[in-house]
């Protein structure tokens, strides 16, 4: 498995079968009668949604004739689909179902590259940092979830570091520096974590995008790009109130991460980044 996530061989798997049933000229409909399963079903194992009974992906691999070794390797991703990712071990109260996908896809990929505009992001936010933030966004719910999801947050970031960690570039509006999130002293201990991240962790960029930038293309709001190794998985994420989209389309990705260089060329320099950084923090 991938990192030990299940997400990613999921979708494998997923483009995999619809690769084979198109070359078939199958429909869904028709794939479905044969396993006895439902369209839906099968539309859902394309797109990684849903990994489906062995004997359904059996079934497929016989319709399509597909046999021995090739067989053997979607098998096998079927296989290591259906093993629990890492975040298990919360349930709904803490992590939204919407959002498990995506910590399968992050737990997998080499790279990200994110620009945000309300908050720091959760890959480089403090313990007391996050449970502020999740406590203001989800102002109903119960202080205890603020506090799993901020142990949520701390394994996630766990990636960060070790012998292949992954890589981190966050622009960061200027107005994340100045929002006070959770109070002067969290702010405190979170802009010497964004300046630790930034001056001290090789695998790690970050770069403020300045008021003084003026309009930019990021105004259209926060987005994350995932790359992996495999250049055809890399996606684009956004995330919004009870739920998110992907956007998996080459020509999809290609824009964004072309909007993310040019929101690069606008920001300040990693070393003025850092600058900037100390300046507000002893401000607080």
């Known amino acids: 498995m991938v990192d030990g996530s299940p997400t990613v061989p999921a979708r494998r798997l997923g483009r995999e079968l619809k690769r084979l049933r198109e070359g078939t000229g199958k429909t869904q409909a028709e794939v479905a009668d044969y396993c006895g399963t439902y369209s839906t079903t099968i539309s859902k194992i394309e797109t990684g949604d849903r990994v489906g009974p062995l004997s359904v992906i059996k079934l497929m691999l016989q319709l399509y004739g597909i046999e021995g070794a090739q ?57 007391h940092y996050t449970e502020a933030v999740t406590a203001a966004i989800n102002a109903t719910g119960p202080s205890e979830s603020a506090n799993e999801f901020a142990r949520v947050r701390a394994t996630r970031q766990e990636r960060l570091t070790g012998p292949q960690p992954l890589r981190l570039w966050a622009i960061l509006d200027e107005a994340v520096l100045h929002r ?9 201990e979170q802009l010497t974590r964004l300046i630790d991240a930034a001056s ?85």
């Open 200 to 284: 001290q962790q090789p695998t790690i960029t970050v770069q403020v995008l300045p008021f003084a930038a003026g309009a930019h293309p990021g105004m259209t709001g926060p987005f994350t790009i995932l790359r992996f190794a495999e250049e055809s998985m890399n996606m684009v994420y956004l995330e919004q109130r009870g739920g998110a989209v992907y956007l998996e389309r080459p020509v999809d990705v290609e824009v964004h991460e072309a909007t993310f260089r040019r929101l690069s060329d606008l920001a300040l320099s990693e070393d003025d980044t850092v600058s900037l950084l100390n300046e507000i923090e002893r401000g607080h």
């Open 71 to 127: 067989s053997e390797q979607l098998l096998q991703l079927a296989a290591q689909a259906r093993e629990p990712g890492w975040w298990a071990d919360y349930g709904d109260d803490v992590i939204p179902h919407w959002f498990t996908e995506y910590l399968g896809l992050e737990s997998a990929a080499n790279e990200v590259w994110t620009f945000q505009q309300g908050y720091v992001p959760g890959l480089l936010q403090t313990r």
């Open 180 to 188: 006070k999130v959770g109070g002067p002293g969290v702010m405190r």
